[in-house]
T-cell receptor, first 115, second 112 residues
Framework: DSGVTQTPKHLITATGQRVTLRCSPR?????VYWYQQSLDQGLQFLIQ???????AKGNILERFSAQQFPDLHSELNLSSLELGDSALYFC??????????????FGPGTRLLVL | QKEVEQDPGPLSVPEGAIVSLNCTYS??????FMWYRQYSRKGPELLMY????GNKEDGRFTAQVDKSSKYISLFIRDSQPSDSATYLC????????????FGTGTRLQVFP
């Protein structure tokens, strides 16, 4: 158990809908990362937050947004969902967000299925 | 061309075999190299972490980085059925804003 929690574990929704994925980092970790994992693209970095502020952005679609709250939990919002958004979404956390010098600990993921 | 290339496998070996997993990369700025193990329907867990070139050993696992060839390897000795998983290489540069780039993963199956 990495100490990172994600809810829900599974989500089934329809195209055009909006969903929110939630992540609680390990105790004491200030940085949260969101990743998308699909069969054809592998694990893709979406966005990073450090202590409530956006620190780095990857290939995150404009339909997706995220935020990190004062208690350090983070939410990833996915809107106008398309079939191609079906994937595993992982959250990871690290102590200070100091890039490669730190280990990222991954949560169990949320499996999203868009029908 | 992807920044990180990894053979997806699957790689099937008998119990006790030595397993070699590899990744190549194109970005010479990468400084930190990691191997993650991902069991089915689970999140990736960090196995090995290496900075710059060289070898690192941890139990049955050895990670090697050859920056001159832009090539990294993970060796698993005395492989066990419990090692059956997908192995992801990952790497990044030195900046705090550099993102972690993952390979697509190699699926390993160790049969008894």
């Amino acid at each position: 158990d990495s100490g990172v929690t994600q809810t829900p574990k599974h989500l089934i929704t329809a195209t055009g809908q909006r969903v929110t994925l939630r992540c609680s980092p390990r105790s004491g970790d200030l940085s949260v990362y969101w990743y998308q994992q699909s069969l054809d693209q592998g694990l893709q970095f979406l966005i990073q937050y450090y202590n409530g502020e956006e620190r780095a952005k990857g290939n995150i679609l404009e339909r997706f947004s995220a935020q990190q709250f004062p208690d350090l939990h983070s939410e990833l919002n996915l809107s106008s969902l398309e079939l191609g958004d079906s994937a595993l979404y992982f959250c990871a956390s690290s102590p200070r967000g100091a890039g490669g010098r730190e280990t990222q600990y991954f949560g169990p993921g949320t499996r999203l299925l868009v029908l | 061309q992807k920044e990180v290339e990894q053979d997806p496998g699957p790689l099937s070996v008998p119990e006790g075999a030595i397993v070699s997993l590899n990744c190549t990369y194109s970005n010479s700025a990468f400084q930190y190299f990691m191997w993650y193990r991902q069991y089915s329907r689970k999140g990736p867990e960090l196995l090995m972490y290496t900075y710059s070139s060289g070898n690192k050993e941890d139990g049955r696992f050895t990670a090697q980085v050859d920056k001159s060839s832009k090539y990294i390897s993970l060796f698993i000795r005395d492989s066990q059925p419990s090692d059956s998983a997908t192995y992801l290489c990952a790497m990044k540069g030195a900046s705090n804003t550099d993102k972690l780039i993952f390979g697509t993963g190699t699926r390993l199956q160790v049969f008894p």
